[in-house]
C-alpha cells in the first residue's frame, strides 16, 4: 500500500542503517505511524478515507443539542436506528442481561444446563418444550409499544427513517405501526413461524393459539415442530439483513442507537458501517459500544469515541430509553405530537383488545 511505503521510508529516514530490521520492522515509527502500522495489520484502517475524513468535523457541539441542530439544519433525511432490549423494558418486556430482572437471570425454573440454551437450536430440537413455556410469559400481543417505538414511528411519518434495525423478537415495531419496508428484525421475529421437518410456514396467530392452551405448536402437514422465526444460537441472520446494511450505511445521514447493550455480533458491529462523516447517538442507560484499552489509546479499532478529545461524532445520552426519545423529540418541537401519538395508539389497542376478548366470550358461550 502507498501509505505503508510512504511511512518505512520516513523511519529510513528517521534511523541510521544499523537499527533497521527487514520485513515489518516498528523501529523508529512516530505513534502515528504506529498506530497506522498496528491499524493496516489488524484491518481496522481504511486507506480509502485518508487522514482528512478521521479529522472531519461533524458535529459543532457533540450533545443531543448538536443532534437537534444537525437534524435541523443539515439537511438530515435518512436516519438509522438501531434498538436493543432496552427500548421494550418499560413495556414490561425483561432484557436479557440486568442483574436480577434480566431473563437470564429467571431461567432457573426451566431446569436448564445453561441459560443460553433456552435459544440453542440444538437444544429446543431435543426439547423444544422449555422455550415455549417461556413464549407463553413474553408473547407478543401481551404488551403495548413504548415510547421509544414511537418515536421511530413519528420518524416514519416525518420522512426521515431510512430504516430500522432490531435486535427484539417482540414484533413491538410491527404493533407500533412500523412498516415492513422500513424494518430489519435482525434476529428474527414472531410474527411467522416453520415447520422444522417439512418448512411449512405458519401465521402468528396460529402459533400463539396454541402455545398460550400450553400445546406444543405441531404441523398440521408432519410431526415437525413449528418454530418461530427468531434466530436462535446456530442459525444464520435473515437475509435482508445482510442484503439491506451495506447499502443503508453507506447512504445514511445519522444513527441512533437506542437500548442496545452492543455486545452481540454481528449486530454490535453496524455502529462501524457508518461513514466518518455521519454523527451517531446512543441513547442507553449505561456507556456502550465505546472503544477500550489499547485500541482507543492508539486511536484504532471499532467502536464509539465519547471520551476522545477529537470527537466531534458520538453523542452518550444515558437514562431511561423513553425519556430519551421524549427529550429528543421535545427539543425538535415534536414533543406533544409523540405524546399524543402514543396516547391515541394505546387507547385503539385497549379498544382491539376489548373487542377481542369480547368475541372470545361469544365464541365460548356459543360452543357451551
Known amino acids: 500500500m502507498a501509505e505503508n511505503s510512504k511511512d518505512e521510508a520516513t523511519s529510513k529516514e528517521n534511523k541510521p542503517s544499523s537499527s533497521r530490521t527487514s520485513g515489518d520492522s516498528t523501529a523508529g515509527m512516530s505513534m502515528e505511524h504506529l498506530r497506522r502500522y498496528l491499524a493496516e495489520k489488524l484491518g481496522f484502517?481504511?486507506?480509502?478515507?485518508?487522514?482528512?475524513?478521521?479529522?472531519?468535523?461533524?458535529?459543532?457541539?457533540?450533545?443531543?443539542?448538536?443532534?437537534?441542530?444537525?437534524?435541523?439544519?443539515?439537511k438530515c433525511r435518512k436516519i438509522i436506528t438501531m434498538a436493543g432490549a432496552g427500548i421494550s423494558t418499560s413495556a414490561g418486556i425483561p432484557d436479557f442481561r440486568s442483574p436480577g430482572t434480566g431473563l437470564y437471570h429467571n431461567l432457573q425454573k426451566y431446569k436448564l444446563p445453561h441459560p443460553q440454551a433456552i435459544f440453542e437450536l440444538d437444544f429446543f430440537a431435543e426439547n423444544p418444550r422449555p422455550f415455549f413455556e417461556l413464549a407463553k410469559e413474553l408473547y407478543p400481543g401481551s404488551f403495548k409499544p413504548t415510547i421509544c417505538h414511537y418515536f421511530i414511528k413519528l420518524l416514519v411519518d416525518k420522512g426521515l427513517l431510512l430504516r430500522h434495525y432490531t435486535q427484539n423478537i417482540d414484533t413491538l415495531e410491527r404493533v407500533a405501526g412500523?412498516?415492513?419496508?422500513?424494518?430489519?428484525?435482525?434476529?428474527?421475529?414472531?410474527?411467522?413461524?416453520?415447520?422444522m421437518q417439512c418448512r411449512d410456514q405458519y401465521s402468528q396467530d396460529w402459533m400463539k393459539e396454541r402455545i398460550l392452551k400450553d400445546d406444543l405448536p405441531i404441523c398440521e402437514k408432519c410431526p415437525g415442530v413449528v418454530k418461530p422465526d427468531i434466530v436462535f444460537f446456530g442459525e444464520s441472520l435473515p437475509d435482508t439483513f445482510h442484503k439491506l446494511l451495506k447499502k443503508d450505511f453507506a447512504e445514511t445521514d445519522l444513527?441512533?442507537?437506542?437500548?442496545?447493550?452492543?455486545?452481540?455480533?454481528?449486530?454490535?458491529?453496524?455502529?462501524?458501517?457508518?461513514?466518518?462523516?455521519?454523527?451517531?447517538?446512543?441513547?442507553?442507560?449505561?456507556?456502550?459500544?465505546?472503544?477500550?484499552?489499547?485500541?482507543?489509546?492508539?486511536?484504532i479499532g471499532g467502536g464509539m469515541d465519547f471520551d476522545s478529545k477529537d470527537n466531534t461524532r458520538?453523542?452518550?445520552?444515558?437514562?431511561?430509553?423513553?425519556?430519551?426519545?421524549?427529550?429528543?423529540?421535545?427539543?425538535?418541537?415534536?414533543?406533544?405530537?409523540?405524546?399524543?401519538?402514543?396516547?391515541?395508539?394505546?387507547?385503539?389497542?385497549?379498544?382491539?383488545?376489548?373487542?377481542?376478548?369480547?368475541?372470545?366470550?361469544?365464541?365460548?358461550?356459543?360452543?357451551?
Not at 481504511?46 to 443539515?74: F, M, P, R, T
Not at 412500523?178 to 411467522?192: N, Q, R, S, Y
Not at 459500544?289 to 489509546?297: E, F, I, K, S
Not at 402514543?342 to 357451551?368: A, F, P, Y
Open 255 to 299: 444513527l441512533i442507537i437506542l437500548g442496545s447493550s452492543l455486545a452481540v455480533q454481528p449486530f454490535a458491529s453496524l455502529i462501524d458501517r457508518a461513514p466518518n462523516h455521519v454523527p451517531r447517538l446512543l441513547i442507553n442507560r449505561e456507556k456502550a459500544g465505546h472503544r477500550t484499552g489499547v485500541m482507543a489509546m492508539l486511536g
Open 178 to 195: 412500523i412498516p415492513d419496508d422500513k424494518l430489519v428484525e435482525a434476529h428474527g421475529t414472531f410474527h411467522t413461524g416453520h415447520c
Open 314 to 368: 458520538d453523542v452518550l445520552w444515558l437514562g431511561d430509553c423513553d425519556d430519551g426519545c421524549q427529550l429528543l423529540a421535545d427539543k425538535l418541537t415534536w414533543g406533544d405530537e409523540l405524546r399524543e401519538l402514543c396516547k391515541k395508539e394505546h387507547e385503539r389497542i385497549d379498544g382491539d383488545s376489548k373487542k377481542d376478548d369480547s368475541t372470545s366470550e361469544k365464541k365460548k358461550e356459543s360452543s357451551s
Open 45 to 74: 484502517f481504511d486507506d480509502d478515507e485518508g487522514d482528512e475524513a478521521e479529522k472531519i468535523k461533524v458535529l459543532d457541539d457533540v450533545s443531543v443539542d448538536g443532534i437537534v441542530d444537525y437534524i435541523k439544519n443539515k
